[in-house]
């Protein structure tokens, strides 16, 4: 589509311009880091961001690649916000975005398309291709932030971009190029400006988010010993983060109650013949130890992980023997992806690609496994008294109002009662009374 010239604007109530934008992203905590900021950049330039595309006089999405479906989701996305409104001016970025060089030619309708090495600055790009009003008059004032979340009670921070290593089986290695890490004063800020917003908890992320501060002659546990000492955000929360990244100057952050006990630690598979495959480098033996150390030494630990089933050449064997140590670890939740090959990775071209069908069985293998471990995890939390931050968005259900929490390990909880009104982005002393029935949640009373 062609630049037919400036975006619109609307004018409010007082005769001010204003221009609606919608956000949307698919994939990974980092990418919703990235749409938070664009949000916050967007209307420090006085634009207003809207929830429903349809109101919206620009789009801008953020794309994901990570698997075959997450390209065919992205896809989908760009032609449903074309379709939907035909009117808006779209900006397209992301990992899909940035992989595939035929997105402009072969998907009508993008104004824009904003490769990956470029995204921290695309709302100054958008504002100058696409001739986006700078209007000061609407604009935020000095320490404001205004904060496009789900909810308002937790933020991503993004820390860091890119990757040094090439496990065989990402791709978004290649979509995000090499490490590069954001000033600790920059991020600082940030946590700053929307703890003065409201918001109760920080997570996080990053490609490479253990490896944060390599081209900055910093490090993961500098910053978030900063974090601790020049910010008063109640909670810091760490994203995903790869297990051969941390050591005892990172366990004894734990110590403090404010970062909390709570890590996601990508295994990928639990057989190290199928390790060796994935260039991973960590082996079942060193996960083993770490996680014991960890449960020995922070109270309430609580671990969740990422699984590739069936891997180029995975084998009867080397499954069973994954799924073995899986369960000997004792994950209170797994992401599971089923292998599909990507174009540009080593993985693609191995031989011995296991067939749909045996995938889509071990799938489901592990998913009731992990039903089993979670309803685990969450038993023996009955009895407790955690504090719980309550989110804001309380449910109408049969039963009556719910609202929902997480304890410091990451945990759902959910209450009810006249008293939801009132604890909303709150962080509460709540009192663990049970699992419901589908094992996904715990249930909790506030702590009297």
Not at 24 to 34: H, P, S, W, Y
Not at 100 to 126: C, F, P, Q
Not at 239 to 266: A, I, K
Not at 370 to 397: D, F, H, N, T, Y
């Amino acid at each position: 589509r062609q630049n037919t010239g400036p975006c619109t604007t609307y004018t409010d109530a007082h005769g001010k311009k204003m221009m609606k934008i919608a956000l949307k992203t698919l994939g990974c905590r980092l990418n919703e880091a990235e749409i938070q900021a664009w949000s916050r950049d967007f209307q420090q330039r006085g634009a207003t961001i809207v929830n429903d595309e349809l109101a919206a006089d620009l789009l801008v999405l953020n794309t994901c690649a990570v698997t075959s479906d997450a390209v065919r989701k992205s896809r989908h996305l760009i032609r449903r916000s074309q379709r939907r409104n035909p009117n808006a001016r779209l900006i397209v970025s992301g990992c899909y975005a940035s992989l595939d060089e035929t997105v402009e030619n072969s998907i009508e309708g993008i104004d824009l398309l904003v490769h990956n090495r470029d995204k921290d600055r695309l709302v100054e790009i958008a504002a100058d291709v696409l001739e986006i009003p700078v209007m000061p008059s609407t604009a935020t004032g000095p320490g404001e932030n205004p904060l496009f979340t789900r909810n308002r009670s937790r933020a991503f921070i993004k820390i860091q971009d890119g990757c040094r290593y090439r496990c065989t089986f990402c791709i978004v290695t290649v979509a995000r190029g090499k490490e590069r890490s954001l000033a600790p004063e920059t991020i600082i800020e940030r946590v700053n400006a929307v703890h003065a917003q409201g918001v109760q908890e920080i997570v996080l992320t990053g490609v490479h988010a253990g490896g944060y501060g390599s081209d900055i002659n910093s490090s993961l546990p500098e910053l978030i010993r900063r974090l601790l000492n020049e910010t008063a955000i109640p909670r810091i929360r760490m994203g995903s983060v790869e297990p051969w990244d941390l050591g005892e100057e990172f366990f004894n952050l734990f110590n403090n109650p404010r970062f909390m006990p709570h890590l996601h630690l990508p295994l990928q598979s639990g057989c190290d013949s199928v390790l060796k495959r994935m260039a991973r480098r960590c082996r079942t033996a060193d996960f083993q130890r770490l996680v014991q150390r960890l449960r020995d030494s922070v109270p309430g630990f609580n671990l969740t992980t990422d699984i590739i089933v069936g891997f180029p050449g995975e084998t009867e064997d080397e499954w069973c023997r994954g799924l073995n140590f899986i369960e000997s670890i004792g994950f209170s939740h797994m992401h599971i992806f089923s292998y599909s090959p990507r174009q540009g990775t080593a993985a693609a071209a191995m031989p011995g690609q296991v067939p749909v069908r045996v995938r889509k069985q071990r799938s489901r293998e592990l998913h009731d496994l992990m039903q089993r471990m979670k309803r685990a995890a969450l038993e023996q939390c009955v009895g407790q008294c955690v504090p719980v931050l309550w989110e804001s968005g309380i449910e109408q259900r049969e039963q009556g109002q719910r609202l929902y929490g997480y304890t410091p390990a990451y945990q759902r909880v959910e209450t009810g009662g006249e008293e939801c009104a009132d604890i909303c982005n709150r962080i509460i002393e709540t009192r663990i009374t049970g699992v419901t029935d589908c094992g996904e949640r715990l249930t909790g009373i506030l702590a009297t």
